[in-house]
């Protein structure tokens, strides 16, 4: 059974590019949320979706989008980088219930590694 | 500012000694839970606890959840090289819209010397 799969692990970017990052939630999880973990800081929590929709959002630029899949998959899009981007993105996925409610215990991937320069 | 903070930020120790971390915040949280971090991996679970005043142990570790489930705290017995990580606590804020926005505290990292 795999886990949380995150890709790429490690990217490169210049200033003012665009990022695309991707994310496998483990099976039989529905829901994934996307954080960013600056070095020495603890995970910041930029936005969740669930049945293909943003259903929250922490206090990230629009700068920040992202799109769920029919097959509960995730990509986090991160437009005109900027040298604080640089930084381990983290992707963890959850499973929601049929009340709606999403299970509090997440499991993590890997991360990617986004280095701006 | 964090919306949970973490004591202590660094903790280094020698193989054997006892030690605890603190996770504390104004806030109420309808549960918590502990991961421990290796560089350059993601998080892992270790415990969540939902009811206050809780108590759960996992071999040398003992977790407790504050009465008023506003803290939390992290005790290690005896403890091993192995033990040595980030040390993150995050907690899951009101069920007012059935989301489980997790918010992170910036992590307890803990060295065990040999």
């Known amino acids: 059974d795999a886990g949380v799969t995150q890709s790429p692990t490690h990217l490169i970017k210049t200033r003012g590019q665009q990022v695309t990052l991707r994310c496998s939630p483990k099976?039989?999880?529905?829901?994934v949320s996307w954080y960013q973990q600056a070095l020495g800081q603890g995970p910041q929590f930029i936005f969740q979706y669930y049945e293909e929709e943003e259903r929250q959002r922490g206090n990230f630029p629009d700068r920040f989008s992202g799109h769920q899949f029919p097959n509960y998959s995730s990509e986090l899009n991160v437009n005109a980088l900027l040298l604080g981007d640089s930084a381990l993105y983290l992707c963890a996925s959850s499973y929601t219930s049929g009340t709606g409610r999403s299970n509090t215990e997440a499991f993590f991937g890997q991360g990617t590694r986004l280095t701006v320069v | 500012t964090q919306l949970l903070e973490q004591s202590p930020q660094f903790l280094s120790i020698q193989e054997g000694e006892n030690l605890t971390v603190y996770c504390n915040s104004s806030?109420?949280?309808?549960?918590l839970q502990w991961y421990r971090q290796e560089p350059g991996e993601g998080p892992v679970l270790l415990v969540t606890?939902?009811?206050?005043?809780e108590v759960k142990k996992l071999k040398r570790l003992t977790f407790q959840f504050g009465d008023a489930r506003k803290d939390s705290s992290l005790h290690i017995t005896a403890a091993q090289p192995g033990d040595t990580g980030l040390y993150l606590c995050?907690?899951?804020?009101?069920?007012?819209?059935?989301?489980?926005?997790?918010?992170f505290g910036a992590g307890t990292r803990l060295t065990v010397k040999p």
């Open positions: 606890v939902v009811t206050g005043g």
């Open positions: 806030s109420v949280f309808s549960s």
């Open positions: 995050a907690g899951e804020m009101g069920c007012v819209d059935n989301n489980n926005d997790m918010r």
């Open positions: 099976s039989g999880h529905d829901t």
